[in-house]
T-cell receptor
Framework: DTEVTQTPKHLVMGMTNKKSLKCEQH?????MYWYKQKAKKPPELMFV???????INESVPSRFSPECPNSSLLNLHLHALQPEDSALYLC?????????????FGAGSRLTVL | SQQGEEDPQALSIQEGENATMNCSYK?????LQWYRQNSGRGLVHLIL?????REKHSGRLRVTLDTSKKSSSLLITASRAADTASYFC??????????FGKGTMLLVSP
């Protein structure tokens, strides 16, 4: 299996809702990432997990809460989001951190906040 | 910031022509990677070039790296309509947290 699977593909939520984005990989990768991408912009790093521990948090607002239950799963919990949080959320994984690591991306979850 | 700057922002060519995209960055790197993104989809890794390499080939792709000028180029030869996508360079400063450039949107017309 050489894929990163993200669910749901599309999500519409109100500003008071709580929802979660899910990401799964079975490549044995030990680093997992969340990126946010606005239209016609490059992906921006949000969080990095290495060996199931949060390694990097790029000063992301607390309304985004990541979770890594095990080495194959990565969640992004969403609460009290703002319309400007509407974007494509991309999950990625790599063998580890350090060295010439290549990222494998999922297809993304397109989030619309009303 | 290490963020790469791609040039041009958009490129429109005919099938069979070559497409060249450039990337400039600001700080030292361990490697530079190129990714492709079809509209609204995830990114796909194309090629990685290490800081001690000057040129690399993969199929119809040719990447060059000039660390003295802090720049890289991606050449796609004999382009096809299926090459239509956005192309991003990404710099790795050593901790594998890639920083992506602004991207080049390539349109290949039949």
């Amino acid at each position: 299996d050489t894929e990163v699977t993200q669910t749901p593909k599309h999500l519409v939520m109100g500003m008071t809702n709580k929802k979660s984005l899910k990401c799964e990989q079975h490549m044995g990768h030990r680093a997992m990432y969340w990126y946010k991408q606005k239209a016609k912009k490059p992906p921006e790093l949000m969080f990095v997990y290495s060996y199931e521990k949060l390694s990097i948090n790029e000063s992301v607002p607390s309304r985004f809460s990541p979770e890594c239950p095990n080495s194959s799963l990565l969640n992004l919990h969403l609460h009290a989001l703002q319309p400007e949080d509407s974007a494509l959320y991309l999950c990625a994984s790599s063998k580890g951190l350090g060295g010439a690591n290549v990222l494998t991306f999922g297809a993304g979850s397109r989030l619309t906040v009303l | 910031s290490q963020q790469g700057e791609e040039d041009p922002q958009a490129l429109s060519i005919q099938e069979g022509e070559n497409a060249t995209m450039n990337c400039s960055y600001k700080t030292s790197i361990n490697n530079l990677q190129w990714y492709r993104q079809n509209s609204g989809r995830g990114l796909v890794h194309l090629i990685l070039i290490r800081s001690n390499e000057r040129e690399k080939h993969s199929g119809r792709l040719r990447v060059t790296l000039d660390t003295s000028k802090k720049s890289s180029s991606l050449l796609i030869t004999a382009s096809r309509a299926a090459d239509t996508a956005s192309y991003f360079c990404a710099t790795d400063g050593g901790y594998s947290t890639l920083t992506f450039g602004k991207g080049t949107m390539l349109l290949v017309s039949p």
